[in-house]
């Protein structure tokens, strides 16, 4: 699908690499306590919420599915560079467990990269999706440069979440869920998009401020997903499901208001309203992680069974190899747009292709830290 926007030759100079940064999960029990640590360092995350957070990951031996779905999507990603005649190495680094994202980016340089495209495994802007990944990019070239070596250049690869190759197959997996629901309550299903809670103020001030003013990026390209896929399938069914966006995975100290209604709040009001079934559609989420797994899965599951109201949940892009094709299409647009050319940017929905670098004041944080990879960055 990626190829019939892709009319840029096969050329990934300048780029000499390409990482894949994702957010890291323990691997066993032993793990747990220090990954969330990890994570939550500096958050202000109430420890009821740690321990129970914790006990999701006991349930399932102390490991979390994301590194072997990062392992998956490697393959992919390198069958399909294969594929496609890029020789291109890709790497992985993490922020909050090994492979450490400074020990992988000091491996590369070593290995003489010096100009690395990144693919971050999160479709949306945030300060959780973007910033916070572009400064985890400044601590590893810091880590880097006070250890005495060269610095590479790293680049962001630009938002995805309007790429056909991440709507499609979210697209095929909501038409398999509803396929999957008893025939009698299909087409009365409601669809549930998920994704991330996330502060109301970090929500409203995400994306280009300028772009997007009041309400901000994160909300609104959820909701051009959604619409897509909404489209996608009465198009293939003839059945406007209705549909919402609901949240998921709320943290944070109860007082501070976060994104809202949550997806088992918003069951229990499909049910109370005679809706007859729903399809819950993790479209904040690249892989079916822990929070696809327990928060869907497991809770929200078991709250529509209570209910009695029939749910699936449809899958992830996960390593789908269109998922794959997706990332070298943004590859060799932004290797082209770094050569100077002029590229077709492929995007569906009303929003376009998001931008190459983040302005400054994209997604703040709450306290200011150095941030690669946007306008602000303080490296090359
Ligand atoms: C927007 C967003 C994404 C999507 C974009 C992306 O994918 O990056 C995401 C992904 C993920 N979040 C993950 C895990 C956790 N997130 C936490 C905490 C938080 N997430 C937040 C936001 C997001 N999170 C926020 C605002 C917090 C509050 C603390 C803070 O302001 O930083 C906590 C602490 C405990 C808790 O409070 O839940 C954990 C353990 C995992 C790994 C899952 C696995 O192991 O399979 C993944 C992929
Ligand atoms: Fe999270």
Redesign the pocket.
């Known amino acids: 699908m990626a190829e019939q926007h892709d009319p840029a030759p096969r050329d990934p100079a300048p780029y000499d690499a390409l990482l894949l940064l ?5 691997e066993g029990p032993d793990d747990v306590v220090p ?2 640590e990890n ?2 360092r500096g ?3 109430p420890k009821e ?2 321990k129970e ?1 914790g006990r999701h ?1 006991f349930l399932f031996g102390g490991v ?3 590194n072997d779905q990062n392992r998956a999507l490697l393959d992919a990603l390198r069958k399909d560079f294969a594929g496609a005649g890029l020789e291109l190495p890709v790497y992985w680094g993490n922020r ?1 467990w090994a492979p450490y994202l400074t020990d992988t980016l000091r491996e590369m340089v070593l290995d003489g990269r010096r100009r690395v495209a990144v693919l ?5 802007a ?4 973007c910033r ?2 572009r400064e985890n990019l400044a601590d590893a070239l810091a880590a880097l440069e006070a250890e005495g070596l060269p610095l590479p250049r790293v680049d962001k690869l630009r938002h995805y979440f309007n790429h056909p190759g991440f709507i499609v197959p979210m697209v095929e997996g909501v038409l398999s869920s509803l396929a999957d629901l008893p025939e009698d309550v299909r087409a009365g299903a409601h669809l549930a998009f998920t ?5 109301e103020a ?1 929500a409203d001030s995400s994306g280009p401020v300028a772009e997007h003013g009041d309400g901000g990026a994160y909300v609104k390209q959820h909701l051009d997903v959604a619409r897509l896929i909404v489209d996608a399938v009465r198009e293939e069914t003839g059945i406007a499901h209705p549909w919402r966006l609901v949240y998921q ?1 709320r ?2 100290a109860p007082h501070i208001p976060w994104l809202e209604p949550d997806i088992c709040d918003h069951l229990e009001e499909l049910h109370g309203d005679g809706a007859p079934a729903a399809v819950m559609v993790p479209i ?3 892989s079916d ?3 696809v ?1 327990y928060d869907l899965d497991t809770e929200a599951t078991a709250k529509a069974a209570e209910l009695g109201l029939p749910v699936r949940r449809s899958a992830t892009v996960g390593a789908d190899p269109r998922f794959a094709a997706a990332v070298r299409d943004l590859l060799l647009e932004r290797a082209a747009t770094e050569r100077g050319k002029v590229v077709e940017r492929c995007a569906l929905g009303s929003l376009g292709p998001s931008h190459d670098l983040c302005p400054i004041g994209c997604c703040p944080a709450r306290s200011e830290r150095p941030a690669a990879a946007g306008a602000d960055s303080p490296y090359a």
């Open positions: 994702s957010f890291g999960g323990p990954f969330l994570v939550t958050r202000g995350i919420r740690l957070v990951y979390s599915p994301i909050n971050a495994t999160s479709a949306y945030s300060y959780s999706g916070q990944y994704t991330h809670s996330i502060p970090a995975s943290s944070g904040g989420f690249v992680h822990m929070e797994l």
